[in-house]
């Protein structure tokens, strides 16, 4: 398997563009997991699809921020407009198993996209 | 509010040494706990994951879990300077995993 692949591996913009990563997780995967991950936070889930639908985007830092995943083989977040706060590297993950307690739960995570907003 | 705690070190181990990382964690109904190794530029990748408490086995990790002190441990037994990593702690929440800011572990040859 090709694992979770994300596009572009890098993105340098300006402040007020939009900015569109995308994901195509595991074939078979159920799951996927949008993260920001930056110095100072560490690892931020933003939002998770569980069967193509949104399950929770409490994560989402605020409405620039959206995301959807229009099939099980791809899924998409934008930042419109972006701003230099939101540099950071961005990572997709996937995993197969039911998320509850006691499952075994593995996430596979993408490269990621280091975001550089100027 | 659900946390995962790391000291962010960095820990220095000489090679051929045994790195010890630890992690606590908040929510005492948390069952399911993760290792996963962050190298500098690349992606999280797992490393292992233990549900009961005690130890598990594998090659040169081992991972050990107490569920009464609230804390979960990795040790690297015979530490290669490829062992040079982030050291991330998750910890599985309602429906999502609680992540630690992870541990810089720095394997000196």
């Known amino acids: 398997d090709a694992g979770v692949i994300q596009s572009p591996r890098h993105e340098v913009t300006e402040m007020g563009q939009e900015v569109t990563l995308r994901c195509k997780p595991i074939?078979?995967?159920?799951?996927l997991f949008w993260y920001r991950q930056t110095m100072m936070r560490g690892l931020e889930l933003l939002i998770y699809?569980?069967?193509?639908?949104?399950?929770?985007d409490s994560g989402m830092p605020e409405d620039r921020f959206s995301a959807k995943m229009p099939n099980a083989s791809f899924s998409t977040l934008k930042i419109q407009p972006s701003e230099p706060r939101d540099s950071a590297v961005y990572f997709c993950?996937?995993?197969?198993?039911?998320?509850?307690?006691?499952?075994?739960?593995?996430?596979?995570f993408g490269p990621g996209t280091r975001l550089l907003v100027l | 509010q659900k946390e995962v705690e790391q000291n962010s070190g960095p820990l220095s181990v000489p090679e051929g040494a045994i790195a010890s990382l630890n992690c606590t964690y908040s929510?005492?109904?948390?069952?399911?706990f993760f290792w996963y190794r962050q190298y500098s530029g690349k992606s999280p990748e797992l490393i292992m994951f233990?549900?009961s408490n005690g130890d598990k086995e594998d090659g040169r990790f081992t991972a050990q879990l107490n569920k009464a002190s609230q804390y979960v441990s990795l040790l690297i037994r015979d530490s290669q300077p490829s062992d040079s990593a982030t050291y991330l702690c998750?910890?599985?929440?309602?429906?999502?995993?609680?992540w630690g800011a992870g541990t810089k572990l720095i394997i000196k040859p």
């Open positions: 998750a910890v599985m929440g309602n429906y999502q995993l609680i």
């Open positions: 233990i549900y």
């Open positions: 074939s078979g995967h159920d799951y």
């Open positions: 929510d005492r109904g948390s069952q399911s």
């Open positions: 699809f569980n069967n193509n639908v949104p399950i929770d």
């Open positions: 993950a996937s995993s197969a198993v039911t998320l509850k307690q006691g499952g075994q739960e593995t996430q596979y």
